[in-house]
């Protein structure tokens, strides 16, 4: 039977491996399909696009989007236009938001009477997404703090001074985003989200399906998240959410090829959709 493993992450995240190498190893996993779903960023899709044309495995457009709902809640997207406007600035929004808030630390901590410049944090940080612990490895370095520990204890934990609240796009704004640029958007791992529970919400920002099979689903959640994107015909989809080896390779989950069909039927339809100037985006 054919498969997929529709959810992994590659160096252009939090992944070890390059985008190549996954396409690679998906291949000699024998994948029909997979999709790299890299952390509010597409940057490596295009190298694995063209690793997927060398070792014969089709790569899907994927990102798994960070939105906030009370909480981070984490969406996918597929089959998208990576070139899309309207996703490139939510991405672009998403990174210059990451470095505001660190600014607004640096003012903060400066402010405490523990001041720490802006390069310091950034040369922490790398090429990555700034965060607060590049701030707390910045103050440790200035010798402001005698720890990692200490910077979070006394600084920049939650609800300490020097904290500064995340600002994030609502999984409306994903939708909209991913709508516009031709793709569809599922619901990742709801088994960290409270489960079936927790989908009612995602279901009123429209999402087009739900991730069914992830490592951290048991058989019975797996089925009732099964039953549940039946119920409402929507997509189900799953992946091995693969950062690097270890328990789970690259398709230890995988799903059958029918449901990236599946996936692919609805994204011409709602491409249709857009092209008549119908439809709800
Ligand atoms: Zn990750
Ligand atoms: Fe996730
Ligand atoms: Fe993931």
Known sequence: MDTADLHMHSVQS??????????????????????????????????????????????????EISTWLDADVHML???????????????????????????????????????????????QAGDGAIGRPHVARALLRAGQVGSMREAFDRFLGDGKPACVEK????????????????????????????????????????????????????????ERLGDWADQRGLLKTGGSDFHGPGPLSIGGIRVPYEWVEAMMRRVAERRADVRAGGGPC
Do not use: N, Q
Request: hydrophobic residues 45%; charged residues 25%; glycine residues 12%.
């Open 14 to 63: 939090d992944g070890e491996w390059s985008p190549s190498r996954l396409v690679k190893e998906a291949r000699r996993e024998g994948l029909r399909a997979i999709a790299l779903t890299d952390h509010d960023t597409t940057a490596g899709l295009e190298e694995a696009f063209a690793a997927g044309e060398a070792h014969g495995v089709e790569v899907i457009a994927g990102v």
């Open 77 to 123: 997207a597929y089959a998208f236009d990576p070139a899309s406007a309207a996703l490139v600035s939510l991405f672009r929004d998403a990174r210059s938001a990451r470095r505001t808030r660190a600014e607004r630390m640096v003012e903060r901590l400066t402010e405490l009477g523990k001041p720490v410049s802006m390069e310091a944090v950034l040369e």
């Open 167 to 222: 600002m994030k796009v609502t999984p409306e704004e994903a939708v909209r985003a991913v709508h516009g640029a031709g793709g569809v958007t599922v619901a990742a791992h709801p088994g960290c989200y409270g489960g079936v529970d927790g989908l009612d919400r995602l279901a009123a920002a429209g999402i087009d399906g739900v991730e069914v099979r992830h490592s951290l689903h048991d058989a019975g959640l797996t």
